[in-house]
């Protein structure tokens, strides 16, 4: 496994000096020191280091946490807090760096093991399921279906391309609207409102349609018949924390029929 590279951000020298002897021991490569935010953020940008551990309180202009925020909204690169002491004012600033942990001084080698190898996880797996989450959403942006995913109370908080334009609504405008506003339908012959399938998934838990004899109404108000199908998603508990619905138009070549003809 290749080691760790780490950059470390300490404007006291003897500090500086002792992490680099407990890094290498303990088997991780110090990229570079800086002493500064302002040569951190530099230092960041040319060595792209796995981690960094950054003081709080550093002098000039840049204090740490100012540092870790230029840095964060650059590279996707996980920081580690290091401080003796910090009032509540700037504690408050650090939590909004969303940092990947804490270590006071003076501190013990073990702790600082501890929470770079934890914040070094818990960033591959947050990697790690952004590539996933990335990928399934670029293959149901492909799809000729269209697909709706609610959240446990209906919201919707994915609609691909083909769902905004059967719907008649921008994926924009879509989400975190209720799915029961976007996805409208009507029965075929009696243009009577139909439940909608993902009320019903959330409701029984249960593989939902609406049947065959079903019409969408998208947002102009024109009618067209669809094939639907909505799946609850449940957690390891058997709660349901999703809904995933899938339709398409079953005679897209036929002129689909108007409610205000």
């Given at each position: ?7 470390i951000?300490?404007d ?13 021991v ?32 550093l002098?000039?202009?840049m ?8 840095i ?13 002491y ?12 969303v ?20 914040a ?20 149901l ?16 908080n994915?609609?691909?391309p083909v769902?905004?334009e059967?719907?008649g ?25 139909v439940?909608?399938?993902?009320s019903?998934?959330?409701r ?5 349609n ?20 909505a ?31």
């Amino acid at each position: 496994m290749p080691q760790s590279k780490i950059l470390i951000v300490e404007d006291e020298g003897i500090v500086a000096m002792e992490l680099q002897e407990r890094l290498r021991v303990m088997g991780y490569i110090v990229t570079g020191v800086a002493t500064t935010g302002e040569m951190a953020f530099e230092k960041a940008t040319h060595l792209r280091p796995d981690l960094i551990l950054m003081d709080i309180k550093l002098k000039g202009n840049m204090d740490g946490v100012m540092a870790t925020e230029q840095i964060r909204a650059q590279f996707d690169i996980p920081v580690i807090f290091l401080t003796a002491y910090a009032d509540e004012y700037t504690l408050q600033r650090a939590k909004m760096t969303v940092p990947y942990g804490y270590v006071l001084k003076p501190f013990e080698e073990r702790e600082l093991y501890i929470a770079i190898e934890m914040a070094l996880y818990k960033h591959s797996i947050e990697t790690k399921t952004k590539k996933e989450g990335n990928w399934l959403a670029h293959t149901l942006n492909a799809i000729g279906d269209g697909v709706i995913a609610t959240n446990a109370q209906g919201q919707i908080n994915f609609i691909n391309p083909v769902a905004a334009e059967l719907t008649g609504w921008s994926q924009t405008e879509a989400l975190g609207q209720d799915a029961r506003q976007i996805f409208q339908l009507v029965d075929e012959a009696t243009h009577a409102p139909v439940e909608n399938p993902i009320s019903k998934a959330l409701r029984n838990g249960l593989l939902e349609n609406s049947g065959n004899a079903t019409l969408l109404i998208d947002r102009a108000g024109t009618a067209r018949p669809i094939d639907n199908c909505a799946a609850p998603i449940h957690d390891k508990s058997g709660q349901i924390i999703e809904v995933v619905l899938i339709f398409r138009d079953s005679n897209e070549h036929i002129d689909p029929p108007s409610l205000f003809m």
